[in-house]
């Protein structure tokens, strides 16, 4: 399927194109035309990411699970000096442009209705976000995937500073500059990737080519240095305890579907960008600092578990969550077996899934009420019964309760950290129990109990738009839940390539 | 004649300046615009000679120097200066300044950098220095009336005068030492010694500083924001771009050139300016209220990110230069072109807060000052991150490691000022309704911005000039 065609860059940049589109017709319209642009531009938006979707499912119906070499490849002449314009998908990034591109429609039509001003502008960006997002999994050249993961900190920090909540621009911020820290010291790690390149493979040659550079052996030494800064970077978008403190700012400030992409796909990013750079690449250092992620997973997974049980605010409460639900991914990853790894990459795709529908579910209420204080509600239930329900089903993915796809991820990264230190997988199991602690309390002080505040009396259930949203989210969760081959079917060859290829160098070296 | 004919950018420059003010001083009202948009046209066949014209080669026994490497730097510097004359325009007619001068004392600047580009011995490169600076002097104090902007001229002065000074002393010393003025047999006498004598080391010290008052290099940098403060705005652009170009050009000449053999020496000179221009950029611009302050002090981190890619040395450090600054004048062309529009009818603004909540008033204007500061920022997907990528990439392979890493971080320093422009941008309250721009700024500051994205450019722009920069890079060594 899809010979000849640039399949790839056809999914990244529609939503940009459909971006630069909705951008001239504004300023082509007449004043009196404007606005009904601005009235449609969620359709135009809606269309276009469903377009995408579409592909995007097409795409994974052409990939070819048995093998683990990179499919779909293009490949065009960029900036010279062996920099190219290279994409490509395995199994490991494909599922994640299809969780791009489910989550993308959803917060579109959830925007829709909630964003209040400038309408048009915020779909812009969605789109221009979208393209980024995709864009960064696609990446077969360091410098390509370099220019994608950054670039998606712009239209993230116009979206939580223009349409965040009280404190959008502190957060907004923090946001870009922590994050920007932390990347540049990949930036470092990639220039001098690129010049190692040069003098392995002759001055002429030097290749920013991913592929490329995983083959290479790289010195013990260097490999320590690369692989922190690598880490810097991606510790930073993880997030990993102790460098998590922007995501709670971030997450409360932004807006819901803001919320929803950056749990759901950012957060991804990391966890993305250690399997494709550090464990392959630096194979030495990675096994010299297992035990070092271990540490730190374990302590964030218990740490912000707690944190997140004295929370007030609901958003704060799942952004915590989320950090520790990054632990377990961490864990997996650097397990550096076949379980830990599916596991992560399950949990990653299950996570984004879960905590999309936790931050939407949120939004329903806030848009009701406009507030987050925990304390507010109470006894909603009896207003809300279907709220109520898959609200219950999103806590127990949480949770990790199993026929849920939550459980499939914590289990599996577990069976992976247990093969390599059984402590570490009894603190995470440990933490599995504090999740349970938080999320079940989130849970009952909103939705059971008297009603208490007056204010909530004649709640509206889940409108219609509403349904859509979430109904999509309930599916998936389930059927993840029940049936997980789904994924680990398309992501076995490529981790299990992944593996024997570590395997061979830490043999070698 | 022969060798005249390599100069024939020049001589077109020179020969309409002197016509020029003829028309200017007999055409009365008229003549200011004719002499302004023949000055623009001889700016442009300057920029183009080089390749079509000139040719390559040495003339005047190897007191001019004409290779791919000066024929791209006159390009870009010609191509620079004509975007600033154009975009004057409507600044010096708002303030009731519009004087034929100008254009004339920018050709004059120009002239002075062409010969500065291509100096071959040591007494062209100080002609041609002090034919820009006397012109740049004047024009930092052309808004005479101001009591800014004859501070800033005669601040520039005093300082200028100082830093000719060091300069010329240095190049006494260099003399002293070597008996000779040509920069090919500088070269030969200090391969012939074994170790180099400290006179000449001393000299080449003297003769970095110098150079790098031109540049505002920190330390030397301390004339860099009142002069751009109280400069009128077009100018302060002017200097901003056509000028740290050509002074970076000669720098590289010299390095190359005369001083190759000394790499020991000059190198820990440019890493101690590089670093210090870099951190006292970064931290300078936090605290700025007023844009071309900020601008200042940006340009100053500038010149520290573009030594780096020049301490790196050999024929990729110089192409990492290149391409840096080549994405930096556009940067700059456009950012002052988007500065310019910030006029309401009471006057011209310059104060970060009165771009207040531009987005909801002039869209299209903060897509391009967003833009534009994004990609000064380094930030991926705009140019200017490339630009970093390829002035830092050079320094890996020289082991200068700890310095990528200080350029690095004192990047993410300055992301926080061009932000905070984006900040009050995007999501701050309106202040001002600017009154339209003329066409000319509209069309410069889109026209840059666009530039700015790879993608786009790609094909058309990128590949092109990056062999233009190779070839002159390579012509060096």
């Given at each position: 399927?899809?010979?000849?065609?640039?399949?790839?860059?056809?999914?990244?940049?529609?939503?940009?194109?459909?971006?630069?589109?909705?951008?001239?017709?504004?300023r082509l319209?007449?004043?009196?035309?404007?606005?009904?642009?601005?009235?449609?531009?969620?359709?135009?938006?809606?269309?276009?990411?469903?377009?995408?979707?579409?592909?995007?499912?097409?795409?994974?119906?052409?990939?070819?699970?048995?093998?683990?070499?990179?499919?779909?490849?293009?490949?065009?002449?960029?900036?010279?000096?062996?920099?190219?314009?290279?994409?490509?998908?395995?199994?490991?990034?494909?599922?994640?442009?299809?969780?791009?591109?489910?989550?993308?429609?959803?917060?579109?039509?959830?925007?829709?209705?909630?964003?209040?001003?400038?309408?048009?502008?915020?779909?812009?960006?969605?789109?221009?976000?979208?393209?980024?997002?995709?864009?960064?999994?696609?990446?077969?050249?360091m410098?390509?995937?370099?220019?994608?993961?950054?670039?998606v900190?712009?239209?993230?920090?116009?979206?939580?500073?223009?349409?965040?909540?009280?404190?959008?621009?502190?957060?907004?911020?923090k946001?870009?500059?922590?994050?920007?820290?932390?990347?540049?010291?990949?930036?470092?790690?990639?220039?001098?990737?690129?010049?190692?390149?040069?003098?392995?493979?002759?001055?002429?040659?030097?290749?920013?080519?991913?592929?490329?550079?995983?083959?290479?052996?790289?010195?013990?030494?260097?490999?320590?240095?690369?692989?922190?800064?690598?880490?810097?970077?991606?510790?930073?978008?993880?997030?990993?305890?102790?460098?998590?403190?922007?995501?709670?700012?971030?997450?409360?400030?932004?807006?819901?579907?803001?919320?929803?992409?950056?749990?759901?796909?950012?957060?991804?990013?990391?966890?993305?960008?250690?399997?494709?750079?550090?464990?392959?690449?630096?194979?030495?250092?990675?096994?010299?600092?297992?035990?070092?992620?271990?540490?730190?997973?374990?302590?964030?997974?218990?740490?912000?578990?707690?944190?997140?049980?004295?929370?007030?605010?609901?958003?704060?409460?799942?952004?915590?969550?989320?950090?520790?639900?990054?632990?377990?991914?961490?864990?997996?990853?650097?397990?550096?077996?076949?379980?830990?790894?599916?596991?992560?990459?399950?949990?990653?795709?299950?996570?984004?899934?879960?905590?999309?529908?936790?931050?939407?579910?949120?939004?329903?209420?806030?848009e009701?009420?406009?507030?987050?204080?925990?304390?507010?509600?109470?006894?909603?239930?009896?207003?809300?019964?279907?709220?109520?329900?898959?609200?219950?089903?999103?806590?127990?993915?949480?949770?990790?309760?199993?026929?849920?796809?939550?459980?499939?991820?914590e289990?599996?990264?577990?069976?992976?950290?247990?093969?390599?230190?059984?402590?570490?997988?009894?603190?995470?199991?440990?933490?599995?129990?504090?999740?349970?602690?938080?999320?079940?309390?989130?849970?009952?002080e909103?939705?059971?109990?008297?009603?208490?505040?007056?204010?909530?009396?004649?709640?509206?259930?889940?409108?219609?738009?509403?349904?859509?949203?979430?109904?999509?989210?309930?599916?998936?969760?389930i059927?993840?839940?029940?049936?997980?081959?789904?994924?680990?079917?398309?992501?076995?060859?490529?981790?299990?390539?992944?593996?024997?290829?570590?395997?061979?160098?830490?043999?070698?070296? | 004649?022969?060798?005249?004919?390599?100069?024939?950018?020049?001589?077109?420059?020179?020969?309409?300046?002197?016509m020029?003010?003829?028309?200017?001083?007999?055409?009365?009202?008229?003549?200011?615009?004719?002499?302004?948009?023949?000055?623009?046209?001889?700016?442009?066949?300057?920029?183009?000679?080089?390749?079509?014209?000139?040719?390559?080669?040495?003339?005047?026994?190897?007191?001019?120097?004409?290779?791919?490497?000066?024929?791209?730097?006159?390009?870009?510097?010609?191509?620079?200066?004509?975007?600033?004359?154009?975009?004057?325009?409507?600044?010096?007619?708002?303030?009731?300044?519009?004087?034929?001068?100008?254009?004339?004392?920018?050709?004059?600047?120009?002239?002075?950098?062409?010969?500065?580009?291509?100096?071959?011995?040591?007494?062209?490169?100080?002609?041609?220095?002090?034919?820009?600076?006397?012109?740049?002097?004047?024009?930092?104090?052309?808004?005479?009336?101001?009591?800014?902007?004859?501070?800033?001229?005669?601040?520039y002065?005093?300082?200028?005068?100082?830093?000719?000074?060091?300069?010329?002393?240095?190049?006494?010393?260099?003399?002293?030492?070597?008996?000779?003025?040509?920069?090919?047999?500088?070269?030969?006498?200090?391969?012939?010694?074994?170790?180099?004598?400290?006179?000449?080391?001393?000299?080449?010290?003297?003769?970095?500083?110098?150079?790098?008052?031109k540049?505002?290099?920190?330390?030397?940098?301390?004339?860099?924001?009142?002069?751009?403060?109280?400069?009128?705005?077009?100018?302060?652009?002017?200097?901003?771009?056509?000028?740290?170009?050509?002074a970076?050009?000669?720098?590289?000449?010299?390095?190359?050139?005369?001083?190759?053999?000394a790499?020991?020496?000059?190198?820990?000179?440019?890493?101690?300016?590089?670093?210090?221009?870099?951190?006292?950029?970064?931290?300078?611009?936090?605290?700025?209220?007023?844009?071309?302050?900020?601008?200042?002090?940006?340009s100053?981190?500038?010149?520290?990110?573009?030594?780096?890619?020049?301490?790196?040395?050999?024929?990729?450090?110089?192409?990492?230069m290149?391409?840096?600054?080549?994405?930096?004048?556009?940067?700059?062309?456009?950012?002052?072109?988007?500065?310019?529009?910030?006029?309401?009818?009471?006057?011209?603004?310059?104060?970060?807060?009165?771009?207040?909540?531009?987005?909801?008033?002039n869209?299209?204007?903060?897509?391009?000052?967003?833009?534009?500061?994004?990609?000064?920022?380094?930030?991926?997907?705009?140019?200017?991150?490339?630009?970093?990528?390829?002035?830092?990439?050079?320094?890996?392979?020289?082991?200068?490691?700890?310095?990528?890493?200080?350029?690095?971080?004192?990047?993410?320093?300055?992301?926080?000022?061009?932000?905070?422009?984006?900040?009050v941008?995007w999501?701050d309250?309106?202040?001002?309704?600017f009154?339209?721009?003329?066409?000319?700024?509209?069309?410069?500051?889109?026209?840059?911005?666009?530039?700015?994205?790879?993608?786009?450019?790609?094909?058309?722009?990128?590949?092109?000039?990056?062999?233009?920069i190779?070839?002159?890079?390579?012509?060096?060594?």
């Amino acid at each position: 399927m899809f010979k000849g065609v640039p399949i790839l860059s056809i999914i990244t940049f529609i939503p940009a194109l459909a971006a630069v589109f909705l951008m001239l017709m504004s300023r082509l319209a007449r004043p009196e035309g404007k606005t009904q642009i601005e009235k449609n531009a969620p359709k135009v938006a809606l269309v276009t990411t469903l377009a995408v979707l579409g592909l995007s499912l097409l795409l994974v119906m052409g990939f070819d699970n048995a093998t683990a070499e990179y499919q779909f490849v293009e490949e065009f002449a960029w900036l010279g000096g062996g920099i190219k314009y290279r994409m490509g998908v395995d199994g490991i990034s494909v599922l994640f442009i299809l969780l791009t591109a489910f989550l993308t429609p959803l917060c579109i039509i959830s925007s829709a209705k909630s964003v209040k001003s400038r309408m048009l502008e915020y779909m812009v960006a969605f789109l221009i976000l979208e393209t980024l997002m995709i864009g960064v999994f696609c990446a077969l050249d360091m410098v390509l995937f370099y220019v994608f993961f950054e670039g998606v900190l712009l239209p993230m920090f116009i979206i939580i500073g223009v349409w965040g909540g009280k404190d959008k621009v502190y957060a907004a911020y923090k946001f870009f500059l922590y994050t920007l820290l932390g990347s540049v010291l990949m930036l470092a790690a990639m220039l001098w990737l690129y010049y190692y390149s040069g003098q392995i493979l002759g001055a002429g040659n030097a290749t920013t080519n991913i592929a490329e550079l995983a083959k290479m052996d790289i010195p013990a030494g260097a490999q320590t240095w690369l692989w922190l800064a690598f880490f810097a970077s991606f510790a930073v978008k993880m997030p990993m305890w102790p460098v998590h403190t922007w995501l709670p700012d971030a997450h409360v400030q932004a807006p819901t579907a803001g919320s929803v992409i950056l749990a759901g796909i950012l957060l991804k990013l990391g966890g993305y960008g250690f399997i494709r750079f550090s464990i392959p690449m630096f194979p030495d250092a990675s096994l010299y600092f297992a035990p070092f992620i271990f540490w730190l997973s374990i302590i964030g997974i218990i740490y912000t578990s707690l944190v997140a049980y004295r929370q007030t605010d609901m958003k704060k409460l799942i952004a915590y969550s989320s950090v520790a639900h990054m632990g377990f991914v961490t864990m997996g990853i650097f397990a550096l077996n076949m379980q830990g790894m599916q596991g992560a990459i399950f949990q990653m795709i299950s996570h984004g899934i879960v905590s999309g529908a936790l931050f939407f579910a949120v939004g329903v209420i806030y848009e009701r009420m406009h507030t987050r204080e925990i304390a507010f509600y109470g006894g909603i239930v009896k207003y809300m019964p279907m709220y109520a329900a898959v609200f219950m089903l999103f806590t127990m993915a949480n949770v990790g309760l199993p026929g849920t796809s939550g459980f499939v991820g914590e289990i599996l990264t577990m069976v992976g950290a247990y093969q390599v230190n059984p402590w570490i997988a009894f603190g995470a199991a440990f933490g599995m129990i504090l999740s349970a602690v938080y999320a079940l309390h989130l849970y009952r002080e909103v939705i059971f109990g008297e009603i208490e505040n007056d204010k909530l009396e004649g709640m509206k259930d889940l409108t219609g738009r509403e349904i859509v949203i979430m109904a999509p989210l309930v599916v998936m969760t389930i059927v993840l839940g029940v049936y997980p081959s789904l994924i680990t079917d398309i992501t076995a060859a490529s981790v299990d390539a992944l593996l024997a290829g570590v395997n061979a160098k830490l043999a070698g070296g | 004649m022969e060798q005249l004919s390599l100069l024939t950018g020049e001589v077109v420059l020179a020969l309409s300046a002197v016509m020029l003010l003829l028309v200017g001083a007999f055409g009365g009202a008229r003549g200011v615009s004719i002499v302004r948009y023949v000055s623009i046209a001889a700016l442009v066949v300057f920029a183009f000679a080089g390749f079509i014209i000139n040719g390559q080669g040495e003339a005047f026994e190897g007191a001019f120097v004409n290779d791919d490497f000066s024929h791209y730097v006159k390009a870009l510097i010609g191509l620079t200066a004509a975007a600033t004359l154009w975009f004057s325009r409507n600044w010096f007619k708002s303030e009731k300044l519009d004087q034929f001068e100008y254009s004339i004392l920018m050709l004059f600047a120009v002239l002075g950098m062409g010969v500065m580009v291509s100096a071959g011995n040591l007494l062209s490169m100080y002609v041609g220095m002090e034919m820009q600076a006397l012109s740049l002097y004047v024009m930092a104090a052309f808004n005479r009336d101001s009591l800014r902007a004859s501070e800033a001229g005669l601040k520039y002065f005093v300082l200028g005068a100082l830093s000719s000074g060091m300069l010329l002393y240095g190049m006494s010393l260099v003399y002293g030492f070597t008996g000779t003025l040509s920069f090919a047999q500088i070269g030969a006498v200090i391969s012939s010694q074994d170790h180099m004598s400290a006179g000449i080391v001393a000299g080449l010290v003297f003769m970095l500083a110098g150079l790098a008052f031109k540049i505002s290099a920190a330390p030397f940098h301390m004339w860099t924001p009142d002069v751009y403060e109280g400069a009128p705005t077009p100018v302060t652009g002017f200097f901003a771009g056509a000028p740290k170009l050509a002074a970076l050009a000669l720098i590289t000449r010299l390095i190359t050139g005369p001083f190759a053999e000394a790499q020991q020496s000059w190198q820990q000179v440019l890493i101690v300016l590089a670093v210090m221009s870099m951190v006292i950029g970064a931290f300078g611009a936090l605290t700025q209220t007023n844009i071309k302050r900020l601008l200042a002090y940006s340009s100053i981190a500038n010149m520290g990110y573009a030594l780096v890619a020049l301490a790196a040395g050999g024929a990729s450090g110089v192409s990492g230069m290149l391409v840096f600054m080549s994405v930096y004048l556009v940067a700059i062309i456009g950012i002052f072109a988007a500065i310019l529009q910030m006029r309401t009818r009471e006057g011209a603004l310059e104060g970060i807060v009165d771009l207040a909540g531009l987005s909801k008033s002039n869209l299209p204007l903060s897509l391009i000052i967003t833009t534009l500061m994004f990609s000064l920022a380094g930030i991926p997907f705009f140019m200017g991150f490339f630009g970093k990528w390829f002035a830092f990439a050079p320094a890996f392979n020289s082991g200068l490691t700890w310095l990528v890493v200080i350029a690095l971080l004192s990047s993410v320093i300055g992301a926080f000022y061009y932000l905070r422009v984006i900040k009050v941008i995007w999501f701050d309250d309106q202040a001002h309704e600017f009154v339209k721009a003329p066409r000319e700024l509209a069309v410069l500051s889109s026209v840059s911005a666009l530039l700015l994205f790879p993608v786009l450019m790609m094909p058309f722009v990128l590949a092109p000039t990056r062999a233009l920069i190779e070839a002159a890079a390579n012509s060096l060594f």
